[in-house]
């Protein structure tokens, strides 16, 4: 095969973005002339038509992630680092996502989204005839690139994750040392106990400042950005997820104080969750509502002296006995159903030890038993009449807790993105490090080729999560709005960590199934990703609906 210079890879990867693009517009039209028959998604059909809905979301974020690896192409090879590996990455990248999107995407094991489903079949072909496509569907994902791409891992090149920015990559540097030191060597001994993670360890991170990266400085956090707060996640969720889902809760409680709460409130509460002394939980989901979050029935009801009481159920709720701070969806007008009743407290409580996790009067909590996720723990909660001070009531603005929260969502998608990458790189840490230590028939697994194919498209594939997940975090940044982005990279992040989980066991083969092998604690922590922080038919039925009432408003104008 007469091979192209890198430079030409990046060329021929616009074009063929090009003419996903014009595909992507194709399955638009489609699937709206059926949901949208006058112009706006009409509810009813949008239900009727999840498959191709949902279908439309798994392609248009395929086509998303294609082009945040090409700017990661174009950047890498502006900055001189645009090797070999990243060469290969790109070309099996495109290769891989491009064949999917013209014959079928996966959106879960058993169920693909196929051109015929979508009535697309004649701008599928036209897709696969473009010469840019044609180039990397016969010679981008090879048995002969995917071989060299594992031979330069196996190495130890890796695919560049330089951020163009001198502060985010040493970030990255302290937070990776910390996880390699503090975290992974004792995970597998946290998860198999059932431990929480030790207070020690949370005080580093806290020095850290792992708690405060988005806090603004004027209230002791470190005044960054989601892109900062996307690497944080990812390295230390490289380590355990648990270490980078503890900070999540305090993201999200430092979001919504931040973006809504009184002056007040910002200045007693973030501070001390800057710098991990309050430590958070986020209290929103109920046993009988799940995503449903606008039949939530747990009453505040205000009492004389302007304080309130909780009561109702609650479940799900992590790092619950630990907390200093819930952050509390609740309704308070009983007579307004939906959303327009629900309001947002901010419920202090007693931190709770092993033997009374929960200490305070008016509310209970058994712990839910979890394959994986463990190191927080998972509650079911009962209040009845819960004390909230009259000062606990967000904003001082009632009935705004729906949209206070939705305000929240787009950044901590994004920083659940980020720990799918964190946990897919986990996992590919630990099938290479297996691969090349374990001999069969005399050689050691990482050169027979379908073990090298499985760890070359791991790291091809969790690259491709990461970029989109740092495109989001930048969308972000940059004050646009960005709920179709956030959820694009949740949803492939986390189908990407779960491949990954799932190929790196097969490599172990039958010690990937052994309970004192790491890889298994993987793989139990990311089957998780598919289902917080918004399922994944819920990702793509949120980014289909808003692709295709994006095309109506546009049409309007």
């Not at 030191?181 to 806290?206: C, K, N």
Request: proline share 4%.
């Amino acid at each position: 095969m007469n091979e192209m210079a890198s430079s030409e890879w990046i060329e021929t990867a616009q074009a063929a973005l090009g003419a996903a693009r014009e595909y992507c517009d194709s399955v638009r039209q489609a699937v709206a002339a059926m949901v949208a028959p006058q112009g706006t998604p009409d509810p009813s059909l949008l239900t009727r038509e999840q498959h191709r809905v949902h279908g439309f979301a798994w392609v248009a974020s395929s086509i998303a992630a294609l082009e945040a690896t090409a700017d990661w192409a174009v950047r890498a090879e502006r900055a001189g680092r645009f090797g070999s590996a990243e060469e290969l990455t790109l070309r099996i990248g495109l290769g891989e996502y491009l064949a999917q999107i013209a014959h079928g995407v996966p959106m879960s094991a058993q169920e693909v989204i196929r051109p015929a489903a979508l009535g697309t079949e004649a701008a599928a072909r036209a897709l696969t005839a473009h010469p840019a496509v044609a180039r990397f569907l016969a010679e981008g994902s090879t048995p002969e690139s995917r071989s060299r791409l594992a031979a330069l891992l196996a190495d130890g090149a890796r695919p560049d994750e330089a951020l163009g920015d001198d502060a985010l990559d040493l970030i990255r540097d302290q937070m990776r040392a910390f996880a390699a030191a503090a975290i992974t060597p004792r995970a597998h001994q946290w998860h198999l106990a059932d431990a929480l993670i030790p207070d020690g360890v949370i005080a580093e991170m806290a020095a850290l400042g792992v708690f405060g990266v988005c806090i603004p400085e004027a209230h002791g956090g470190l005044g960054l950005g989601k892109l900062a707060m996307a690497v944080v996640s990812e390295e230390l969720s490289r380590g355990w997820i648990c270490a980078g889902s503890l900070g999540t809760r305090s993201e999200i409680a430092g979001e919504l104080i931040a973006e809504n709460g009184t002056a007040e409130q910002k200045a007693k509460w973030l501070p001390r969750i800057a710098d991990g002394s309050c430590l958070p939980t986020a209290v929103f989901t109920e046993p009988d509502t799940g995503s449903d979050l606008a039949a939530v029935r747990t009453r505040g009801e205000r009492q004389p002296d302007g304080s309130w009481r909780v009561t109702g159920a609650k479940t799900w709720i992590t790092h619950a006995a630990r907390a200093d701070l819930m952050t509390m969806l609740v309704r308070t007008d009983a007579g307004t159903p939906g959303y327009a009743g629900l309001s947002m407290l901010l419920a202090e409580k007693t931190r709770g030890t092993d033997a009374v996790p929960f200490p305070d009067a008016g509310i209970e909590g058994s712990e839910i038993a979890v394959l994986g996720y463990r190191g927080m723990k998972e509650y079911a909660l009962g209040l009845d009449g819960f004390a909230v001070a009259a000062d606990g009531l967000l904003g001082q603005r009632e009935g705004q807790g729906f949209k206070q929260l939705m305000r929240t969502f787009e950044g901590a998608r994004i920083q659940t993105a980020a720990r799918a990458v964190g946990v897919a790189w986990n996992a590919f840490d630990l099938a290479l490090d297996y691969a090349l230590g374990r001999r069969q028939f005399g050689e050691p697994l990482a050169s027979f080729p379908r073990v090298a194919d499985k760890l070359a498209l791991m790291a091809t594939e969790t690259v491709m999560a990461r970029e989109l997940t740092y495109a989001a975090a930048r969308a972000k940044d940059s004050g646009a709005r960005c709920d179709i982005e956030a959820g694009m990279a949740k949803l492939l992040a986390a189908r990407a960590a779960w491949g990954a989980a799932d190929n790196a066991v097969q490599i172990h083969g039958g010690n990937g199934y052994a309970l004192e092998y790491p890889i298994s604690r993987v793989l139990c922590d990311a089957r998780i990703l598919n289902i917080f922080e918004g399922a994944a038919e819920i990702q793509a039925q949120v980014i289909g609906r808003g692709l295709l009432a994006g095309q109506a408003r546009a049409a309007a104008a």
